[in-house]
């Protein structure tokens, strides 16, 4: 397995020590979880996201998706009623799984889809007012030197 070394970027920046973990974990991640269930992301629109997961098998109340500090987290656990279940030959996967996604900051999980065997989870990012872009007007010389 290879691995990136990120030091660099921890010794060269400052403040932006989250960003290198989030580089980190999500490099360790994606291979640890071997690519269950597979999921889309997609851009919609300005400011406008979409996470579309295959979670063939899964009914609503054996899904829970959760959103804490930034952290998006989808998890799946199929309940024990197929155990009665006789099969011949069992392709469709039925194990419990967990997806973590980090969130920007100011976007916001807006809605959650079950559909045809597919999780569809809307997001959107909305920037504050304070954050926004602003115009500073700039005062000339000669109107402070009046106003003293």
Known sequence: MNTIDLT????????????ASMLDSALRSDTS?????????ESLGEN???ITIAVAGFEES????????DVLTVRGRKSDDDKDRKY?????AARAFERKF????HVEVVDAEL????????LVKETPE????????????EKALEHK
Do not use: H
């Open 8 to 19: 660099p970027l921890y010794r060269s920046s400052i403040g932006f020590d989250r960003l």
């Open 115 to 122: 559909r045809n065997g597919l999780l569809n989870i809307s």
């Open 48 to 50: 406008r996201y979409g």
């Open 88 to 92: 011949l030959y069992r392709s469709i």
């Open 62 to 69: 054996e899904l829970d998706i959760q959103v804490e500090r």
């Open 33 to 41: 979880s071997g690519g269950y269930p597979p999921y889309n992301i």
């Open 130 to 141: 304070a954050d926004k872009p602003r115009s500073i007007s700039i005062k000339s010389s």
């Open 102 to 105: 980090n969130l920007a900051e």
